[in-house]
């Protein structure tokens, strides 16, 4: 199948942790399955456009109503803030446990109470 959009879907070592990350199948896998790190590769998602390879490091959970989780990262190196559709393998306890952090409520509240 063709598509007009470019998604690279590719295995990956975790620079964070170090987990070999197997291919997503459905979507572009973009961020580690076990602690969520990801790399600032992508201009928009998928297209590896991005030349700053900064580690992004997670640092909320938006709850979308269509999408589900959305992991919200930021660069570490240009403190980009990235938003990222969670995997359906990735871990949940990690994205729970984050996503009920005090000071990531702001995150889905949209920035204040
Ligand atoms: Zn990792
Ligand atoms: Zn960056």
């Given at each position: 199948m063709l598509s007009k959009f470019t998604k690279i879907d590719e295995e990956f070592i975790c620079e964070n942790c170090g987990y070999k990350v197997t291919k997503l199948?459905?979507?572009?896998?973009?961020?580690?399955?076990?602690?969520?790190?990801?790399?600032?590769?992508?201009i928009n998602p998928g297209d590896r456009a991005e030349k700053c390879h900064g580690m992004l490091e997670?640092?909320?959970?938006?709850?979308?109503?269509?999408?589900?989780?959305?992991?919200?990262?930021?660069?570490k190196k240009c403190g980009k803030i990235r938003k990222n559709k969670a995997a359906e393998d990735d871990n949940l306890d990690l994205i729970i446990k984050l996503g009920s952090d005090p000071d990531w409520q702001f995150l889905k509240t949209g920035g204040r109470s």
């Amino acid at each position: 199948m063709l598509s007009k959009f470019t998604k690279i879907d590719e295995e990956f070592i975790c620079e964070n942790c170090g987990y070999k990350v197997t291919k997503l199948g459905y979507s572009c896998r973009n961020h580690c399955p076990k602690c969520l790190y990801s790399k600032h590769v992508d201009i928009n998602p998928g297209d590896r456009a991005e030349k700053c390879h900064g580690m992004l490091e997670p640092i909320g959970v938006e709850i979308d109503s269509k999408k589900g989780y959305v992991i919200v990262h930021k660069c570490k190196k240009c403190g980009k803030i990235r938003k990222n559709k969670a995997a359906e393998d990735d871990n949940l306890d990690l994205i729970i446990k984050l996503g009920s952090d005090p000071d990531w409520q702001f995150l889905k509240t949209g920035g204040r109470s």
